[in-house]
């Protein structure tokens, strides 16, 4: 089945054909049915679609438990991070020794690179965001202090966030979602900002705060091209030496983390009907790549095609 703007609904024993659809659309789970009368009369529905970088999912069901266990981790660990909003009915999700309960409204973040358990007793249904944990823009080493930590539609963020993320569902749900980076863009910063109100007091470790200012000082700025390590540590009134130490301790170099997000953006707008009509040299140089041939061999060597290859592909949909 092709999902995006359309969606699939299993009744009458079809629960393995969910539990299969529903392991490809996201990454490998193990799902059972908890139901008093098992999997007989299961209805199960999954839509998913695509924006930019985010995968948008609406899945419901009755009376599951969902697994992201160590083995299966270990077959496959693309680096995701998922937000569950809880629509309806009531979902409980457990990772890092700690446990959200959800009801309708409220949303919570949990990492694919970790075990997490999922518990719907009842009907339920739970709109989700996938998408690379880089994206997330809070400090790698804090994720794990903020997964399934409730965040509440009703107070705080989460009452600013909430409502957009319902309205999100309803263009997923009625085929009206912009396809605009901005939306994009929007999602990420929204949803970064609760996650990162929700972390406990103590939590942040040393650094994490620069690194959250360099990096929102980088995208503000990748479209120069003379931006580099040196700058980025002058106007934060570091040494580059004590700079690339905080990006060391998340996973990164300070010139990989500008060339990664450049090249992101410019994926992005190879695909953005908005700029249908640049040259592929107009694009990256909005991003500060001036040299487009060494723009298309870093775009190739980091996505394995070219970009006029991926600009030419059909926008990515899954199967089940």
Known sequence: MRLGGEHA????????????????????????????????????TLRTTALGGLQLSEVGGRAVDVRRTRMSIKRSDPGLVKVGLQLSGRGV????????????????????????DLHFAEDF?????????????????????????RIPGSTGMGALVSPFLKNLHHSV????????????????????????????????????????????FIDAHLHDPALDTTTVASHHHVSTRHLQ?????????????IRHRRLELCRRDLRDDR????SIGTICARHGL???SHFSRLFKDTYGVSPRAFREQEPESITA
């Open 9 to 44: 609904r299993h009744d009458d024993g079809q629960f393995e054909h969910w539990r299969q659809a529903v392991s490809t659309a996201f990454v490998p789970l193990a799902v059972v049915s908890t139901a008093e009368d098992g999997a007989a009369r299961f209805t199960g």
């Open 275 to 278: 700029f249908r009509s640049d």
């Open 245 to 257: 130490k905080v990006f060391e301790a998340d996973g990164h170099t300070v010139a990989g983390w």
């Open 125 to 149: 249904s739970m709109f989700v965001l996938m998408f690379p944990r880089e994206l997330l823009r809070i400090a790698s080493r804090e994720l794990g202090t903020v997964s399934a930590r």
């Open 290 to 292: 001036v040299n487009s």
């Open 173 to 216: 749900v009625t085929g009206t979602m912009p396809t605009t980076s901005l939306v994009e863009d929007a999602v990420v910063d929204l949803l970064s900002a609760a996650v990162q109100s929700e972390a406990p007091a103590d939590a942040a470790a040393p650094g994490a705060t620069l690194l959250l200012r360099v990096k929102s």
């Open 93 to 116: 999700i457990v990772q890092d020794d700690r446990e959200a309960v959800l009801g309708p409204g409220d949303f919570a973040v949990y990492d694919t690179s970790k075990p997490y």
